[in-house]
């Protein structure tokens, strides 16, 4: 029944911006937590940062910290993510996820819902 969408990747210079959206179905959308996730060739998914139902109790991994910022748009059934200053170490397949939960979660076995990602390439 759950369904995720992501969107808004991208090619962009280092020290650019990119914002993705992630779009959910359902109408208890406010009652999952969300996060962002990222995995690039070879390697394994990483947590990038995580939203929780009440808005609060945000959480970034130390690699993006001060430069990435999740957001969500209840009305909207909506998840962001606000890529500013972006690195080449950066570059990924960027996955949204959900998961039924007030607390936050960091790693990807936690999550239930996962959307197909979106290509994020960063030019140095």
């Known amino acids: 029944q759950v369904q995720l969408v992501e969107s808004g990747g991208g090619l962009v210079q280092a020290g650019g911006s990119l914002r993705l959206s992630c779009v959910a179905s359902?109408?208890?959308?406010?009652?999952?937590?969300m996060g962002w996730f990222r995995q690039a060739p070879g390697k394994e998914r990483e947590f990038v940062a995580s939203?929780?139902?009440?808005?609060?109790?945000?959480r970034y991994a130390d690699s993006v910290k001060g430069r990435f910022t999740i957001s969500r748009d209840n009305a909207k059934n909506t998840v962001y993510l606000q890529m500013n200053r972006l690195k080449p170490e950066d570059t990924a397949v960027y996955y949204c996820?959900?998961?039924?939960?007030?607390?936050?979660?960091?790693?990807?076995?936690?999550?239930?819902?996962w959307g197909r990602g979106t290509q994020v390439t960063v030019s140095s």
């Open positions: 359902g109408r208890t959308f406010s009652s999952y937590s």
């Open positions: 939203i929780v139902w009440n808005f609060r109790n945000l």
């Open positions: 996820a959900a998961h039924l939960s007030s607390v936050v979660h960091t790693t990807a076995p936690e999550y239930d819902y």
